[in-house]
């Protein structure tokens, strides 16, 4: 044993671990700090990793409970929703008028029911298309699942910029293979010359198309909100509403425009 250790090292040796037992490789390792972020664990001290010994002498590792947490708030993150989750929840949406109770109560029941369904909520400005979509959104993160948010006007006008381009199918496909997109404002145009809204460009009907067929064909939750209503949607690409419409059972909302309901104006309340 030990040939090669010079005996007064040998002795100092052994007398230190009587005195204190000699650590294992795992509680060094479990001692040193690691470097993750946003969450402080006591645990594993930022590493992610707890280490052991076997029976047999093998330091092994396994990960810390504490990275259920960090992947969920890294979910949240990406999401790009972190901020208005926190003001538009089921539970500050009012429900003056028997209409946005049924509207609310489908938001609900579609969380509960939380599979390959569709949300859409379409027409009229005000009536809380946004408020219940992000609260559904929302509830579905705190599932478990990768929820992504789409605000149409901003990442349109990103990726009809690069549509020939390789870049534009990285740029894509988060959206198109997240566990549930909720893409907010649909075909939300500028205003042209005389106030009026111009139509959606051939550009972003074959955008919203590509995006929504392929969410169509792997039956991947979509929450949708828009200014059409089902019927507008419709008529400006009968492909992507017919989509929308027959995913959408259950929980398609089209308000036909009526500022007596528009929230930000007193409607509703
Ligand atoms: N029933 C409601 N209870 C509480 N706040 C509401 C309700 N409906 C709408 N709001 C609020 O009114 C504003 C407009 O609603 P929003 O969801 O953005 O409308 P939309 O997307 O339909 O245009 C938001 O601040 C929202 O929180
Ligand atoms: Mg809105
Ligand atoms: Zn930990």
């Given at each position: 044993m030990l040939p090669h250790i010079p005996p007064e090292i040998l002795e100092a040796y052994r007398s230190a671990s009587t005195s204190r037992p000699r650590r294992s490789d795992a509680e060094r390792l479990n001692e040193a700090r690691g470097s993750l972020t946003g969450y402080d664990c006591p645990v594993c001290r930022n590493k992610g990793l707890i280490y052991s010994e076997t029976e047999d002498g093998y330091t092994v590792s396994r990960p810390c409970e504490c990275m259920d947490l960090r992947r969920a708030q890294a979910r949240l993150r990406a999401s790009g929703l972190q901020s208005s989750m926190e003001v538009y929840r089921f539970d500050n949406f009012?429900?003056?008028a028997q209409w946005q109770e049924r509207f609310k109560l489908a938001a609900e029941r579609f969380v509960r029911e939380g599979g390959e369904a569709w949300f859409f909520a379409g027409g009229?400005?005000?009536?809380?298309k946004t408020h219940l979509c992000t609260a559904i959104a929302g509830a579905l993160l705190g599932q478990g699942k990768a929820v992504r948010y789409m605000l149409w006007r901003e990442a349109s006008a990103q990726l009809k910029a690069c549509v020939?381009?390789?870049?534009y199918e990285r740029l894509l496909r988060p959206y198109k293979e997240a566990d549930v997109l909720y893409i907010d404002d649909l075909f939300k145009t500028g205003r042209g010359e005389g106030g009026r809204r111009k139509p959606p460009t051939p550009g972003d009907v074959n955008l919203a198309f590509d995006l929504i067929n392929y969410r169509y064909i792997s039956r991947a939750a979509t929450i949708l909100s828009t200014e059409l209503t089902i019927e507008e949607l419709l008529e400006t690409d009968e492909a992507i509403g017919s989509r929308v419409y027959q995913r959408s059972r259950g929980f398609c909302f089209s308000f036909p425009?009526?500022?007596?309901?528009n929230y930000r104006l007193g409607g509703g309340a």
């Open positions: 009012r429900m003056g009229q400005p005000g009536v809380g020939n381009e390789p870049e425009a009526d500022r007596a309901k």
